[in-house]
Structure formats: C-alpha cells, structure tokens
T-cell receptor, first 112, second 115 residues
Framework: QKEVEQDPGPLSVPEGAIVSLNCTYS??????FMWYRQYSRKGPELLMY????GNKEDGRFTAQVDKSSKYISLFIRDSQPSDSATYLC????????????FGKGTSLLVTP | EAGVTQSPTHLIKTRGQQVTLRCSPI?????VYWYQQALGLGLQFLLW???????NRGNFPPRFSGRQFPNYSSELNVNALELEDSALYLC??????????????FGPGTRLTVL
C-alpha cells in the first residue's frame, strides 16, 4: 500500500462549483501537509501547506487536515476554468529537509 | 528572482544509453531534490543533495546517480536506460535543511523518452 493515496479522477465540474479534493495517508509520522498545483507541461507549484489539524484558508482555497483520520482535503470555492490542472497532495514527517511523499494527483477540469 | 531551471527540456534516447540532466537551484538555495514523474505513478523521490553531499535516495536502482557542485547546481545521471525510465524528471530546490518549514520550489522538468 502506498503511503499516500489520492483518487486520480478526472474530476469535471462547471464553473462556479465548489471542488473537494482528498488524500488519505498511512504514515502517522507525517507532520507537514501540502497541496501543489501542476499545469500541463509545467512543474508543480505550492498552493498551501499546513502543519496542524484543522482548517487553513487562503482566498478561494481551504486546506483541511484531520490527523486522527489521516485524511486531508483541499476545497476550491467559486472554481474557475483557470483552476483546471492536476492537484497533488504531498506530505513529510519532519521540518528537516526530507523528501516529499506525493499522491498520484487528481486531474481537475472546470468547464465554462 | 529566477526560479529553478532545468536542461534540456526534452530528450529522446534509446535503451541502454546514458543520460545526464541538469538543474540550477534558486540563488541561495543549498538543497536540491530530484523526482521522477512517470505516467500513472505520480512523483517519486529519487535523490536529495545538500551542501554537496547526497543526503538520501529513494527506492531506485544504483544506475540512477547524481552529484551537486560547489555552486549548488546538480546533475542527475541515468545509466543503461530502460523503457520504463521514460518520465518527467523534476528538480526542486529548498533553502537549507534546518529550522521551520521551507518550501520546495520545482523547475519545469526534463521530459525523457526512451525508445
């Protein structure tokens, strides 16, 4: 079993919809949780990171972490066609330079 | 400020050949990470270099190797290429290794096709 599981989709929603993206993990040592966005033929770019359980909001994006359930989510409000991309969850187990453990990514398409 | 740069952008090789990929980190970043993004597999960690030393490697065979130069740029070498090495190879840099969380910034990647 992979340490980080993420449904690859694809997920197609109409413009303006609320999008919910999710990952589960098995390693209880993971402490830092991140969401990256990757456009086609580009490298991933960091959207949000969280350390503790609970919610963190940044504009239209909300990251949610539930360490007791080993479950993280990214919500996108008022989705736009420009949000169409692959969303990758990532996590690591300390604040040192360890490598990130990524989910496979969820492909999102927001249609006008 | 310039981001992480990688070269070449695309590469086509045949089975058994060797390839070298290059990465220049963001100025001031001392840590460089290499990831492989193969179709259907997601990003998988390959190698981590910091201050010129290999700090950790992922679950890849020894034919994947690399190094980090005094200016913190890095090379990834892959020997005896196999078809399944076809992937996007991503380099990321980070500001040091200690202290609070520091983001990994990714380059655009090198797309390697092995025929």
């Amino acid at each position: 079993q992979k340490e980080v599981e993420q449904d690859p989709g694809p997920l197609s929603v109409p413009e303006g919809a609320i999008v919910s993206l999710n990952c589960t993990y098995s390693n209880s040592a993971f402490q830092y949780f991140m969401w990256y966005r990757q456009y086609s033929r580009k490298g991933p770019e960091l959207l949000m990171y969280t350390y503790s359980s609970g919610n963190k909001e940044d504009g239209r994006f909300t990251a949610q972490v539930d360490k007791s359930s080993k479950y993280i989510s990214l919500f996108i409000r008022d989705s736009q066609p420009s949000d169409s991309a692959t969303y990758l969850c990532a996590m690591k187990n300390s604040n040192s330079g360890y490598a990130l453990n990524f989910g496979k990514g969820t492909s999102l398409l927001v249609t006008p | 400020e310039a981001g992480v740069t990688q070269s070449p952008t695309h590469l086509i090789k045949t089975r058994g050949q060797q390839v070298t990929l290059r990465c220049s980190p963001i100025s001031g970043h001392t840590s460089v990470y290499w990831y492989q993004q193969a179709l259907g597999l997601g990003l998988q960690f390959l190698l981590w270099y910091d201050e010129g030393e290999e700090r950790n490697r992922g679950n890849f065979p020894p034919r994947f190797s690399g190094r980090q130069f005094p200016n913190y740029s890095s090379e990834l070498n892959v020997n005896a290429l196999e078809l399944e090495d076809s992937a996007l190879y991503l380099c990321a840099s980070r500001l040091g290794t200690s202290g609070s969380y520091n983001e990994q910034f990714f380059g655009p990647g090198t797309r390697l096709t092995v025929l």
